[in-house]
């Protein structure tokens, strides 16, 4: 996505890079509980990581607090020779529904009314986190780590809904969407062009996606080792 009012080419770029896959085998919604550690796959796809953007102008990091982004960022910092910046602005967005299992989608919430008063309003949304409040805590990181790494490149490890919540925000689009159609899949980088202090552009590349099991791409959340009827 380009956008046209400047086509002036980037002096610094910040990666929004997704953590890898979660070890997940009872395929609960997670959110910002503790010990959801990345799977062996998950640590794959972040050496494929460094791998693949370890010789890039990359000259600041900074990762969620959670264990899954901590441990997607170690090997990008170690090819780098980076400090890892941790910032809670950049975590998971809250969730009223953590804990529960989604692993047949939408019909796992009509199964159970006791959850149904969390869904009365889907564009704040009523059940999480409002989407207004993710994209305030993730532009302020965004900028920060912008500022950092001016005229360079710089990688902020978080997650799948923060990150394309901020990217429909830069696009200017409506917040509400389908989960499954967010192109944002795990160890994806969204890269915001900046020129001066002004996104340009906005890219998607996946430098892991050949690593990713064909039905895990749309999934909300990651369920590593999971049977598949409690995968989301």
Sequence with gaps: ????????????????????????????????????????????????????????????????????????ARPLAAARGLEIVTDDRVIESGNKLEGLSFGQGAWSIIKRPSIWRHFYNPVTPSWGEPHKQIVARMMAAVEDARAAAVGHEAVIVSHQLPIWTTRL????????????????????????????????????????????????????????????????
């Design 169 to 232: 925000h830069v696009e200017g689009r409506r917040q509400l969407h389908d989960p499954r159609r967010r192109q944002c899949t795990l160890c994806s980088l969204t890269s915001l062009h900046f020129v001066g202090d002004r996104i340009t552009q906005v890219s998607y590349s996946e430098p892991a996606g050949d690593l990713i099991p064909l039905k895990d791409k749309k999934a909300p959340f990651s369920a590593g080792g999971a049977p598949e009827e409690q995968r989301p």
């Design 1 to 72: 996505m380009s956008l046209p009012e400047n086509q002036h080419s980037p002096d610094t770029i910040v990666h929004l890079l997704r953590h890898g896959e979660v070890h997940n085998p009872e395929g609960i919604l997670y959110g910002r509980r503790d010990g959801f550690h990345l799977s062996a796959l998950g640590n794959r796809m972040a050496e494929r990581i460094a791998e693949s953007i370890g010789d890039r102008d990359i000259v600041h990091l900074r990762a969620s607090p959670l264990e899954r982004a901590q441990e997607t």
